[in-house]
């Protein structure tokens, strides 16, 4: 053989092996780099900054828009996070990051998900990974008696809440059509063909949007969605769902559904779920009860009356990525009698005839998605590593922390508590140098509008996320603009707390905004 001839052959031969993947040396060199990055960068998070110093764009403009032609190696990519991706990144596992509910990164957590990645499996049917299916099965009622719900509720596993309250009402909506002698399926007719009414859902002016965009995906309208006035501690007032729903019956519109939530988006207000239930069962409407952020403080004991009602319920979401130390995505949709769930969902086409054994739980047939990661995996690994008492702690020290804060603000007249303080959630309003009177020089005790006061909030939120140092969201109650901070992440601590608060305290001292005399 030619020298030529040799050469393309052995050019064809290391063309043949790099068509596999990574060699196993490799691969293992570049797991302990990986993993030496990983640990470095949760050992340093608290020295970065919370949220980026860049302006939209930025990443992509460091970035090459055209896609590689050939493989690059391990290290550059590496590099390239280091460089491109962390620091244009808001780091929600920041001690300093206190925005929404938090943030539940926990070393157990990251082991978890690693743990998963090679695995790789399609939890779909039981047959596709036996595992996978009877792990989140386990995994799922481990939640439920933790939360103490009766052993009739089954649940699945799904990424958002959102996604389990859509669901949710599509089975409500199934069931209510079926069940008129004027009415046929909408699974299978539509909700045209099968004359379906105007349907009405209704939930707390407080409860999250998840509402209105289920009611998009499932052509209900977005209009249909009724939102309940609030009393003073921000909570569903059941005399005025009573009125709007006996409103709705005489306007020949069909009341579906009453969404009660268990740990309000802004407050984590608490509806009451036992008197939403009597009504509920007055008017013979489907209770869905979003307990995505409140529900998992139900594993504390002296949380267990937050449960109440929830027996009485259709279905209720618990969201263990907000509450239970589970990393993002992670949503547990309960259903009493599952099987109206699978009932609405359930379609196993010729090709997956092979992998569906009917005696076997096939997740699959429990919602609208057929592939499956496998997420229980993580929570498992989580829930053993933490254990009931282990998160309980940790639950505890969040909500001290929270009531903790909220004696700070009560010592400062600077400063307005606007909310019951609940779980980890702390709602609040920055008045002036002195309560309701901002200083407008010598003299001169000038006071503020309610415009001015949104203004100021607004601007010192938005100080402080700039800064880097911590990370807040404002919200609106009662039309006005104020500060919140929600408690989730086990790497915050009383001092880390006490720098948030001198923060707040300095910036506000140094916003203004024009006042009017």
């Known amino acids: 053989m030619g020298t030529a001839r040799r050469a393309a052959a052995t050019k064809a031969m290391e063309s043949r092996q790099s068509l596999g993947d990574t060699s196993p040396d490799q691969f293992r060199k570049q797991l302990h780099e990986l993993a030496d990055w990983i640990a470095d960068f949760r050992e340093n998070l608290e020295n970065m900054r919370v949220a980026p110093d860049e302006n939209p764009g930025a990443v992509l403009t460091n970035l090459p828009a055209e896609p590689p032609e050939g493989g690059e190696p391990f290290e550059k990519i590496l590099s390239d996070v280091d460089r491109f991706i962390v620091p244009g990144m808001v780091h929600w596992a920041h001690p300093m990051f206190l925005a929404y509910f938090g943030w539940t990164t926990t070393a157990a957590g990251i082991l978890g998900e690693i743990l998963t990645s090679p695995l790789n499996v399609n939890a779909m049917t039981w047959r596709t990974s036996p595992a996978a299916t009877e792990l ?36 409500a909506r199934e069931e209510v059509t079926k069940g008129s002698p004027a009415a046929r399926s909408v699974r299978k007719r539509g909700l045209v063909a099968a004359g379906a009414p105007v349907f009405r859902i209704y939930a707390s002016e407080q409860a999250h949007s998840s509402a209105e965009k289920a009611a998009i995906a499932l052509g209900l309208g977005e209009e249909n969605v009724q939102r309940v006035p609030t009393d003073a501690a921000f909570c569903m007032d059941t005399n005025a769902l009573s009125e709007m729903i006996a409103r709705d019956v005489r306007d020949s519109l069909k009341p579906l559904a009453v969404i009660a939530t268990v740990g309000t988006t802004s407050t984590a207000s608490m509806d009451p779920v036992p008197d939403i239930a009597k009504i509920c069962r007055q008017f013979k409407l489907w209770l869905h009860v979003d307990g995505a952020y409140g529900a ?30 589970v990393p993002l995505d992670f949503s547990v949709l309960y259903v009493r009698d599952i099987e109206r769930l699978r009932r609405v969902f359930t379609l196993v086409p010729e090709y997956l005839r092979g992998d569906t054994l009917e005696p076997q739980k096939n997740y699959m047939d429990y919602g609208i998605q057929l592939g499956r990661r496998f997420r229980a995996l993580k929570a498992w690994f989580i829930f053993r590593s933490f254990g009931r008492e282990g998160i309980a702690a940790r639950l505890r020290e969040h909500i001290r922390l929270a009531k903790l804060f909220a004696s700070w603000l009560k010592e400062d007249n600077r400063f307005e508590l606007v909310a019951p303080v609940s779980l980890g959630i702390v709602c609040f309003r920055f008045m002036g140098s002195v309560a309701g009177i901002v200083d407008a020089g010598p003299g001169s005790s000038t006071q503020a509008t309610t415009d001015d006061l949104d203004a100021l909030n607004s601007e010192i939120v938005e100080k402080i996320n700039a800064s880097g140092r911590a990370y807040l969201t404002q919200t609106k109650l009662r039309g006005q603009t104020l500060m919140r901070i929600g408690i989730g992440n086990v790497l915050t601590t009383e001092e880390h707390l006490r720098k948030a608060w001198e923060l707040i305290g300095e910036t506000a001292e140094g916003s203004s905004v024009p006042l009017k005399e």
């Open 296 to 325: 998992g403080f139900a594993i504390l004991p002296e949380c267990q009356s937050l449960t109440a009602g929830w027996s009485r319920a259709d279905s209720i979401v618990v969201n263990p990525h907000k509450s239970l130390f």
């Open 136 to 171: 989140e099965t386990l995994v799922v009622d481990w939640i439920r008696q933790w939360v103490h719900l009766p052993e009739e509720f089954g649940g699945v596993v799904y990424d958002t809440a959102s996604v389990g309250i859509m669901h949710a009402l599509a089975v």
